[in-house]
């Protein structure tokens, strides 16, 4: 059974910085390609950075580039979302997710974590 847990949500203020983890069990980490995603309150998912299951490249939602970082540990079955200078529309609920096409759509992914929250207040 194919798990993903995030965790490191949280409040935290506006130009502060907060940093998820998303460990996966149940499946060969190394061969995914792995994503965040995060939803707002009557919005819809979006896309917000993804990472090749090497490591080697990454891309980044153009709301997010240059204040947040993906980064993934293999040998840890583990994720990272290190997110800086946060702004109050960074709110939402975030997502990990696993998949065997590298991109910016959710349908590409096929396993999905339960979301973690993520407020920022200002």
């Known amino acids: 059974q194919v798990q993903l847990v995030e965790s490191g949500g949280g409040l935290e203020q506006a130009g502060g910085s907060l940093r998820l983890s998303c460990t996966a069990s149940?499946?060969?980490?190394?061969?995914?390609?792995m994503g965040w995603f995060r939803q707002a309150p009557g919005k819809e998912r979006e896309f917000v950075a993804a990472?090749?299951?090497?490591?080697?490249?990454?891309y980044y939602s153009d709301s997010v580039k240059g204040r947040f970082t993906i980064s993934r540990d293999n040998a840890k079955n583990t994720v990272y979302l290190q997110m800086n200078s946060l702004k109050p529309e960074d709110t939402a609920v975030y997502y990990c997710?696993?998949?065997?096409?590298?991109?910016?759509?959710?349908?590409?992914?096929?396993?999905w974590g339960q979301g973690t929250q993520v407020t920022v207040s200002s």
């Open positions: 997710a696993a998949g065997t096409h590298y991109s910016g759509s959710y349908h590409s992914y096929e396993y």
């Open positions: 149940g499946l060969t980490f190394s061969a995914y390609d």
């Open positions: 990472i090749r299951r090497s490591g080697r490249s990454t």
